[in-house]
């Protein structure tokens, strides 16, 4: 482990700081992300901007890094050509990077604990056609298990200080995921994208939460990658339902146009209504999509005593 101290230890003393969106950091450096394999594709071309990546928020203020392999799988990779032994070595490689950035963070002086959060994204991320922003893909669960097995699998041999089960739309694929992590002896998060009080596939998300209240594998529950303004009820609903530390890094506000491909509309994100969230029970803080290494640091600065 990065710490010598787990990431559950410290959301039961605290709040941690998580993060902002990787694909927003990659831009800002220069790089085109208009791929289906989005940021992933940098693993297999220019990792070391992964690395550089990882680093601007871990001197932002961030304590975890959410590896960018939201988007990599077998599958995605396969159509690029990539085979099955190759894909491995870059979902390992993505926690590679994000440790890396940890120890050069380390080097610059940064002394606090850091932790490494191995990203997996929904089915529908790697169909890169926006149906993760919907859910209900006409799999079972059975099915859907049967695509994240070998993914979870390849990411806990590289030893993540955890999984970051993320931007998930539709509890039928909570249902896999959680089935899965158990037993591969790495502590998960289970992070909904949500729209009000359903999730994008429609559930209430009383019930979408309930899934995780006795997986003693989830040490956090809460939402991501929505808007911010549905971000209060969510934490409060998570904590009430599974007694669980809540996770939660929202959009900066601007909305996905899947057709496009581009963010439309503009920022309402603001680093201070993260100390509401954090009266409600939100524990692990951070931000999604557009939410940069400014706003994080802001975040930071909120939360440190």
């Not at 919907?134 to 590289?158: I, K, N, Q, T, W």
């Not at 009383?206 to 303004?229: S, T």
Request: hydrophobic content about 45%; aromatic content about 6%; overall charge negative.
């Amino acid at each position: 482990m990065t710490s010598d101290t787990s990431l559950a230890a410290a959301l039961a003393a605290g709040t941690v700081v998580l993060d902002g969106g990787m694909s927003n950091q990659l831009e800002s450096a220069g790089h085109d992300l208009s791929d289906e394999l989005w940021s992933a594709r940098l693993l297999a071309e220019r990792p070391e901007a992964i690395t550089e990546a990882h680093l601007a928020y871990f001197e932002a203020g961030a304590d975890v890094a959410i590896t960018a392999s939201y988007q990599a799988t077998f599958e995605g990779f396969a159509r690029r050509g990539i085979g099955r032994e190759k894909a491995a070595e870059l979902l390992a490689l993505s926690v590679e990077s994000a440790r890396e950035a940890a120890r050069r963070a380390a080097a610059k002086g940064v002394t606090r604990p850091l932790w490494v959060a191995a990203s997996v994204g929904p089915y529908g991320a790697m169909l890169a056609d926006g149906s993760e922003y919907r859910g209900r893909y006409g799999l079972s669960v059975d099915e859907l298990a049967d695509f994240h097995r070998p993914r979870l699998e390849v990411l806990a041999a590289a030893r993540p200080d955890v999984f970051a089960l993320e931007t998930v739309p539709d509890a039928d694929e909570a249902r896999a995921l959680l089935r899965v992590v158990r037993g591969l002896g790495v502590p998960a998060w289970l992070s909904y994208t949500v729209e009000g009080d359903r999730t994008r596939a429609g559930q209430p998300l009383e019930e979408a939460f309930a899934l995780a209240a006795d997986v003693d594998e989830v040490i956090a529950v809460g939402v991501n990658c929505c808007a911010p303004q549905d971000v209060d009820g969510a934490v409060r609903t998570a904590a009430r339902v599974t007694g669980k530390p809540v996770v939660v890094y929202p959009n900066s506000g601007e909305a996905w146009d899947a057709g496009a491909r581009a963010w439309a509309g503009r920022s309402s994100f603001t680093p201070e209504e993260v100390t509401g969230w954090r009266a409600s029970g939100a524990r692990l803080i951070g931000g999604c999509c557009r939410v940069g290494p400014q706003a994080i640091a802001g975040i930071a600065a909120t939360l440190t005593p």
